[in-house]
Nanobody, 123 residues
Framework: QVQLVESGGGLVQTGDSLRLSCAASGRTFSTLAVGWFRQAPGKEREFVAGISSSGGSTVYPDSVKGRFTISRDNTKNTVWLQMNSLKPEDTAVYYC????????????????WGQGTQVTVSS
């Protein structure tokens, strides 16, 4: 079993940066791909970044490419999401998720989920 715990969310202003963390328990973490998703009120869960188990491959949607960076350290069982140049439309609850395969932009393909952390960007 893998447990994921997100942290680092908060209230920031437009243009600010935040770094989210996803801490994992379990000895299999280094075999898991990890994705970050976000969900705003009334909207579907949206993929924002993914990283392979080794960290050698990353993927982003166009909406965040160049602003968000995902990274991981398997010795610390942690994945980070660095978010720069934040916009009000980035406001959402951010979740990390893990799966035994390549990262995917489809939420249903992930086996494990964290509880989420709120990010609010004021204009």
């Amino acid at each position: 079993q893998v447990q994921l715990v997100e942290s680092g969310g908060g209230l920031v202003q437009t243009g600010d940066s935040l770094r989210l963390s996803c801490a994992a328990s379990g000895r299999t973490f280094s075999t898991l791909a990890v994705g970050w998703f976000r969900q705003a009120p009334g909207k579907e869960r949206e993929f924002v970044a993914g990283i392979s188990s080794s960290g050698g491959s990353t993927v982003y949607p166009d909406s965040v490419k160049g602003r968000f960076t995902i990274s991981r350290d398997n010795t610390k069982n942690t994945v980070w999401l660095q978010m720069n140049s934040l916009k009000p439309e980035d406001t959402a609850v951010y979740y990390c998720a893990a799966r035994f395969d390549l990262p995917s932009d489809r939420p249903y393909r992930y086996n494990y989920w964290g509880q989420g952390t709120q990010v609010t960007v004021s204009s």
